[in-house]
T-cell receptor, first 110, second 113 residues
């Protein structure tokens, strides 16, 4: 059965303390893996798309990487404004639609 | 500003009542989606539409219906609301079918009593 699992569920960081979020997936024929950021009371906001193992994407303090079984979202020297819930989603060739993980809630304190 | 709008922002509804959640996008995206988001369960797909005139069932379609009469609008109807449909509902759209990233609306918070 296709699954998307994110860990940890919650992460509390001090400002400047780098860390990584994990998104592991089991899917036959990955078409794409997507990362989103969601602020409280708002809809998810697109961050990255990764299509093949070894691919990396960067945006400001965020860097996403992809292997055949998981993706990491690295947050380098985070700031309080990086506090949000980070969601990953996978899309398989066979069903085309997105399947989301439950998310990692990140809190960055000054 | 281009994007997706949803209405209402929030609603409290008595069980058994009919309710339509509205979603409109002005990006001319072919594909549109409805998700519900519940604590600990993440986003779950209710229904989707790859193009105007077609719809499909997602992971949790029971109790919900959709229509896609034109490119811009994708309403979600609860024919007879039940308390388990209390959730936050998000509409999303993507260009060129489902291959590209999705853009989300601000959500509708629905409480069924």
């Amino acid at each position: 059965e296709d699954q998307v699992t994110q860990s940890p569920e919650a992460l509390r960081l001090q400002e400047g303390e780098s860390s990584s979020l994990n998104c592991s997936y089991t899917v036959s024929g990955l078409r794409g893996l997507f990362w989103y950021r969601q602020d409280p009371g708002k809809g998810p906001e697109f961050l990255f798309t990764l299509y093949s193992a070894g691919e990396e994407k960067e945006k400001e303090r965020l860097k996403a990487t992809l292997t055949k079984k998981e993706s990491f979202l690295h947050i380098t020297a985070p700031k309080p404004e990086d506090s949000a819930t980070y969601l990953c989603a996978v899309q398989a060739h066979s069903w085309g639609k997105f399947q989301f993980g439950a998310g990692t809630q990140v809190v960055v304190t000054p | 500003i281009a994007g997706i709008t949803q209405a209402p922002t929030s609603q409290i509804l008595a069980a058994g009542r009919r309710m339509t959640l509205r979603c409109t996008q002005d990006m001319r995206h072919n594909a549109m989606y409805w998700y519900r988001q519940d604590l600990g369960l993440g986003l779950r797909l209710i229904h989707y539409s790859n193009t105007a005139g077609t719809t499909g069932k997602g992971e949790v379609p029971d109790g919900y219906s959709v229509s896609r009469a034109n490119t811009d609008d994708f309403p979600l109807t609860l024919a007879s609301a039940v308390p388990s449909q209390t959730s936050v509902y998000f509409c999303a759209s993507s260009a060129e079918g489902s291959y590209n990233e999705q853009f989300f609306g601000p959500g509708t918070r629905l409480t069924v009593l």
